[in-house]
């Protein structure tokens, strides 16, 4: 097997944290409206597109690995 | 948050600590699952993305932590107005399932 295909083991981690950043990323969205103040907002609203980026890069890692052809 | 959820649940200006302590939380756990997926990766391409995903995390979380010492939510150099910090939130906390009952 090709050493730079994507392992089983990897993929499960490449899925725990794709969960995990796309709950960030939907709570980094929701919270941002209801933050009064402008600094903090403007935190969030940097998470939101830093984590967009983020989950996009480990979506088209999961799409190589074996278990998108799993997929029905 | 708008004045209405404000008082339906009685956290007024606490909000904002609210949020940005969640936010905090989740910026260190970011930084604590990137640490333990890069450790189980194999391929140049995996570890190389969750590398720099990892920069992005800390980043961030330094970005939250710096804003709530700023604000006072967060002392980690005086430990007797932290514990000020934790009671005062607690109060509120316990105060939000009173108010529903």
Redesign the interface.
């Known amino acids: 097997m090709n050493n730079q295909s994507i392992a089983p083991n990897e993929t499960m981690q490449l899925h725990e944290i794709l969960t995990f950043k796309n709950t960030c990323l939907t709570k980094a969205l929701t919270m941002s409206p209801l933050v009064s103040d402008e600094e903090l907002k403007s935190i969030l609203q940097q998470e939101v597109s830093v984590s967009e980026k983020h989950i996009q890069e480990l979506r088209s890692l999961m799409e190589k690995s074996n278990i998108a052809s799993l997929e029905e | 948050?708008?004045g209405l959820?404000e008082s339906l649940t009685g956290m007024s200006?606490m909000?904002?600590q609210v949020?940005?302590t969640?936010?905090l939380i989740?910026a260190k756990?970011?930084v604590q699952?990137?640490a333990?997926?890069i450790t189980?990766?194999?391929?140049?391409?995996?570890r190389a993305?969750?590398k720099k995903?990892l920069q992005?995390a800390i980043q961030?979380h330094e970005?939250?932590s710096n804003?709530m010492m700023e604000?006072g939510y967060y002392n980690a150099y005086d430990l007797g107005e932290q514990y000020k910090v934790d009671m005062e939130t607690t109060d509120t906390t316990l105060g939000l399932t009173k108010n529903l009952k």
């Open positions: 948050m708008n959820i200006k909000t904002d949020i940005a969640d936010f989740s756990s970011g699952n990137y333990v997926a189980e990766s194999t391929s140049l391409e995996v993305i969750l995903q992005d961030t970005k939250i804003y604000k």
